[in-house]
């Protein structure tokens, strides 16, 4: 009697090898992925907590505005940005010169100073002196021991009545960009067609001065 052969099953699907040269598989199914699901629970608390903080370092540096220094109005650098208008790191030695504020006094009334900028076109130092002038208007000095060399110092009843600017001391509006629109005019012959009329002429030539050579030979 010969020995039964044992059955063999056949291996899993995931197990099988696969057809040609496809990518082995080999799934990893064990992450444990919930414990790396990124929640937003605390986001209200979080909202909560950046507007108190606003609040308590505006009340910090009152009366001087929320939005930090007065910066200057200046252009990007390089041919591709130079048209974009965007503030700067401060104002330069001449601009100040030209808005009657000495430089040690500018940073301790609140306008940025840099001593790297240099004015290259009259219309940029122009355009800042007048936004010095401007903020320099507005000022409400609050009086103190330091000297302001030339810069008076405000009443009673101005710091009395002064409110904290919220943002920027002098926003600026960014100019829009000017759009010109060009008349289009209809046209009885377009540029399209009278290539195609070419392109036709070409083609056919060997065609009609065959057909023009036929029928002048019909004719003699």
Known sequence: REPEQESVAPPPASAAMPAHNNVLPNQHFHKRWMDRVKTWFNQPARKHRRRMARKAKAEKMAPR??????????????????????????????????AGISKPVARTVGIAVDHRRKNHSLESLQENVARLKAYKSKLIIFPGKGQLNGLAKAEKADTDSAVQVQGDALPFPKPAQELQFRKVEAKDDSVFHQLRVIRSDTRLEGLRLKRQREKDEEKN
């Open 65 to 98: 505005p929320t939005g930090g220094l007065l910066r200057p109005v200046v252009r990007a650098p390089t041919v591709r940005y130079n048209t974009k208008v965007r503030k700067g790191r401060g104002f330069t030695f001449e601009e100040l010169k030209e």
